[in-house]
């Protein structure tokens, strides 16, 4: 895709009032705009994006930061129960905290499942640190396509061969990481959950990426964030849940050109 250099990963931690954050960030030799900043899904992690934020590095000649969220991979434990506006949460108690000790003034927030509802959320809540919005497979409201994907996974976890394999990502916080994502996305009181009022206040350019399979999400699902927030839809045809792993290349270019329309806040 591209014959830039190979960006150089390094790990901080930042405090927050739990505990630590766990940062990685991938930067290019040559930096040439604002950096982009990935909100994982329910149970990932920073390890879980695998080689994408060095490639998005490279084939965007930005720096990308991508962290563990607190509760999971390499960040501090914790024992609470999500509240209903978890998502928006991030975006309020989180986001400023990594701004303040990474230095980010303007960036690009990018999330995958329900890190693109955390991204959406950021963009609504900081539209002056946000210079664009990229979703892939985010969900903005909870259809019965999404519980009912949800309680499938709630019985493979049930599995201990399947709980020792997320282990490998969250080590002994692997049981709360899948019960902070089943257990309520499942609860009865969060089924009116939407990111309907957030999607009314994003002003930036915004990308909307769903593979066309999505198990946890219908079409219906990015075409309501594109519609809301003028943003450009791309629907994947053959892909599903995780199309940054099932089709890199093509995720990859559709960001790169994206954000090469968009070089300066």
Do not use: N
Request: hydrophobic content about 45%; aromatic content about 8%; charged content about 20%.
């Amino acid at each position: 895709m591209t014959d830039r250099p190979t960006p150089t990963a390094s790990d901080s931690r930042i405090r927050w009032p739990g505990g630590e954050i766990f940062v990685r960030s991938w930067v290019p030799a040559t930096v040439a705009a604002d950096p982009v900043v990935l909100f994982h899904d329910s149970l990932g992690a920073v390890a879980l994006w695998r080689d994408f934020p060095g490639r998005l590095a490279q084939a965007t000649g930005r720096r990308v930061i991508a962290y563990d969220r607190p509760g999971f991979g390499q960040s501090s434990a914790r024992a609470d129960v999500l509240s209903h506006g978890f998502v928006a949460e991030e975006a309020t108690d989180i986001v400023p905290l990594l701004c303040r000790d990474l230095g980010l003034t303007r960036f690009v927030a990018c999330g995958h499942s329900v890190g693109g509802g955390m991204a959406v959320e950021t963009a609504a809540h900081h539209p002056d640190r946000v210079s664009a919005l990229i979703t892939i497979a985010a969900q903005a409201l909870v259809e019965e396509q999404t519980r009912a994907g949800i309680r499938l996974a709630r019985q493979a976890f049930a599995q201990p061969a399947e709980l020792d394999r997320l282990a490998r990502y969250h080590g002994d916080k692997a049981r709360w990481v899948v019960d902070a994502w089943t257990e309520t996305w499942l609860s009865p009181d969060f089924a009116d959950w939407s990111l309907d009022a957030a999607l009314s206040r994003v002003a930036c350019p915004t990308l909307v990426i769903h593979g066309e399979g999505d198990e946890y999400g219908s079409v219906a699902q990015p075409e309501r964030i594109a519609a809301a927030t003028g943003g450009q839809l791309v629907i994947l045809p053959g892909l599903g849940h995780v199309p940054h792993r099932e089709a890199p290349d093509l995720v990859l270019d559709t960001i790169a050109r994206f954000l090469a329309a968009r070089p300066v806040a």
